[in-house]
């Protein structure tokens, strides 16, 4: 496809379980780039990876979220001990490399994992 | 710290009018890119307008207009000619790269509502 794809679409999780979510990048793009959106709110920053590289990790809200991109392309958000402030979508967004800021980078985003913990 | 205000919850405006959506940044950084994004009740976040810190012209696409205040450091979207289908959450954002630092910072969001 042509754009990028996360998966699953919708996932309930009972409190404890684990979560893994995937996002497919565009082909190519170099950046990938997390984010949690809760209902009502903005896209909040969790983790960014140049390739396989993960360099800003800082918005991961606790050590139960962990995510990696072994091979530069696909990458998975996996979260452990699921708890119900978890429910949230999901947002994966690539752009083809991070350039400078002054540059037009155009951030694509997915249609989001929406995440729901009962 | 980098931040981005959206002081407009909630805004109505009649189809056909336009409408000013406001956007105020902070940063320190002098390099910086601005965003605009659509987000329709679907969820997908469309993206609608760059303006990038260096550039002197306002940008413009189409119907969208960015209103680009530098030393207020302010990025204000126009939508001009408001159609039905305008009506979804549009959020402004930052981006700031650096060697090993890529980060996009969102403000809270404006609900548009276009009347018929």
């Known amino acids: 496809g042509a754009g990028v794809s996360q998966s699953p679409r919708y996932k309930v999780a009972k409190r404890g379980q684990d979560v893994a979510l995937r996002c497919d990048p565009i082909?190519?793009?170099?950046?990938l780039f997390w984010y949690q959106q809760a209902l009502g709110q903005g896209p909040e920053f969790l983790t960014y990876?140049?390739?396989?590289?993960?360099?800003?990790k800082s918005g991961l809200p606790s050590d139960r979220f962990f995510a990696e991109r072994p091979e530069g392309s696909v990458s998975t958000l996996k979260i452990q001990r699921t708890q119900q402030e978890d429910s949230a979508v999901y947002l994966c967004?690539?752009?083809?490399?991070?350039?400078?800021?002054?540059?037009?980078?155009?951030?694509?985003f997915g249609p989001g994992t929406r995440l729901t913990v009962l | 710290a980098q931040k981005i205000t959206q002081t407009q919850p909630g805004m109505f405006v009649q189809e056909k009018e336009a409408v000013t959506l406001d956007c105020t940044y902070d940063t320190s950084d002098q390099s910086y890119g601005l965003f605009w994004y659509k987000q329709p009740s679907s969820g997908e976040m469309i993206f609608l307008i760059y303006?990038?810190?260096?550039?002197?012209q306002n940008a413009t696409e189409g119907r969208y207009s960015l209103n680009f205040q530098k030393a207020r450091k302010s990025a204000n979207l126009v939508i001009s000619a408001s159609q039905l289908g305008d009506s979804a959450m549009y959020f402004c954002?930052?981006?700031?790269?650096?060697?090993?630092?890529?980060?996009?910072?969102f403000g809270p969001g404006t609900s548009l509502s276009v009347i018929p």
């Open positions: 990876f140049q390739n396989e590289a993960q360099l800003d």
């Open positions: 967004a690539s752009s083809v490399r991070s350039g400078t800021s002054g540059t037009h980078n155009e951030q694509f």
């Open positions: 082909s190519g793009h170099v950046s």
């Open positions: 303006q990038g810190s260096y550039d002197e």
């Open positions: 954002a930052m981006r700031v790269v650096e060697t090993s630092y890529d980060k996009v910072i």
